[in-house]
């Protein structure tokens, strides 16, 4: 069975990553959605709530969980017995830090490897951070997130 982590932050889900999710669940087995509870970074959303959020995102997709992680990827991805990392690419900016997590997780585990996946045309400037921007102001977020993480959006920017 092939098995894949998709990792990151998610703070909150957005349809871009939802894009990345779904093309990914047709390429592979089973997907595990890795929430990395990052502690040098101050998230707007819980490890809790984004872990949440993405359920009810996936729930649609059968082979596709959620998960929540600390520490290295690495180690993360041999324990789901797997050696596939998924990540999307938007635009060059990424490509750069991409490019040095990527390989620097092969340094320590030359075993495991990152499959990469170009955005979508429509989602290529979309980012959590985008979004919560937007949800400050007036903007229909529904283009953006998924349904679910709406609400949430407005009541934490309350
Ligand atoms: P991280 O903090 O690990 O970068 P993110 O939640 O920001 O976590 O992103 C997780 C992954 O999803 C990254 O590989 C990122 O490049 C990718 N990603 C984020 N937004 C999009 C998008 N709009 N289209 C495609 N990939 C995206």
Redesign the pocket.
């Known amino acids: 069975m092939s098995v894949a982590v998709y ?5 909150p889900v ?1 349809l ?2 939802y ?2 999710i779904k093309r990914s669940a047709k390429m592979f087995d089973h997907v595990i959605i890795g929430v ?1 509870n990052n502690t040098s970074k101050t998230p707007l959303f819980s490890l809790e709530e984004r872990v949440n959020m993405l359920k009810d995102t996936v729930s649609d997709l059968d082979n596709v969980s959620v998960e929540s992680f600390n520490g290295l990827l690495v180690d993360f991805v041999r324990q789901k017995n797997t050696n596939i990392i998924i ?4 635009a060059l900016t ?1 490509f750069d830090l ?1 490019m040095q997590m990527a390989q620097s997780n092969r340094m320590v585990a030359p075993d495991v490897d990152t499959v990469f996946l170009s ?1 979508s045309l429509e ?2 400037y ?3 951070s985008v979004v919560k921007e937007y949800a400050r102001y007036d903007v229909d977020l529904n283009e953006f997130v998924p349904k679910c993480v709406v609400s949430k959006l407005l009541d934490k920017m309350k």
């Open positions: 990792p990151g932050s998610f703070d957005t871009g990553h894009d990345i990395l990540r999307g690419l938007r990424d991409e955005t989602y290529s979309l980012s959590s």
